[in-house]
């Protein structure tokens, strides 16, 4: 069976940019074959800033939005994010679906497809492998950099990836698989 990754859309913003970065990325994943990978958009979810009641680690969700997100990411073998850099870090959008669920994040690995302007995202995404270290996340070392991405759309807003990115992309999806098999043992045992 083929691993299973998600390629996460992290901004929900009016007018962003990462749902073009994002699909360029899962048509990349998808085509490289590792991994059997689906777009997923946090936007999709509408999840409020964190309201449940009870601690996440004991999975008794009460709102339907947080058991679709749980759904959700208890599928994947393996996430990569498309986070922007909003004052050099992550966008809240991205901590507060970290929150909402534990487990099911639990002994997976993650990259990041990070965007911004001149540092192309590399502030957001250094902070993120942070903060998924603390749900058992093992995040890859390896990750694509967007610098200035609205000027690699072309004029129907599709993203135009370079060399660079798409050589990134490579080596991160193969670190990412070979974190994702050996974390399933873990995972199922």
Not at 158 to 163: D, L
């Amino acid at each position: 069976m083929a691993l299973k990754l998600h390629t996460i859309i992290c901004s929900t913003r009016p007018g962003r940019v990462g749902p073009s970065i994002a699909k360029w990325f899962n048509e990349f994943a998808n085509a490289d074959g590792r991994f059997e990978s689906k777009l997923i958009d946090l936007a999709d979810f509408q999840l409020p800033i964190y309201n449940e009641p009870n601690h996440p680690r004991l999975q008794k969700y009460e709102h339907d939005h947080t058991k679709a997100w749980s759904k959700s990411v208890d599928e994947a073998d393996a996430y990569v994010y498309v986070i922007p850099e909003y004052n050099y870090c992550p966008p809240s959008s991205f901590t507060n679906a970290l929150d909402y669920v534990y487990n099911e994040w639990n002994y997976k690995p993650c990259g990041f497809v990070s965007y911004g302007g001149v540092s192309g995202g590399l502030r957001s995404a250094q902070l993120a492998k942070q903060l998924v270290t603390t749900l058992k996340m093992m995040p890859m070392m390896e990750g694509v950099m967007v610098q200035m991405p609205w000027n690699l759309l072309d004029e129907n807003k599709v993203f135009q990836a370079n060399e660079h990115h798409e050589t990134s992309g490579k080596a991160m999806l193969e670190e990412l698989e070979k974190w994702a098999q050996a974390l399933q043992a873990i995972r199922q045992g």
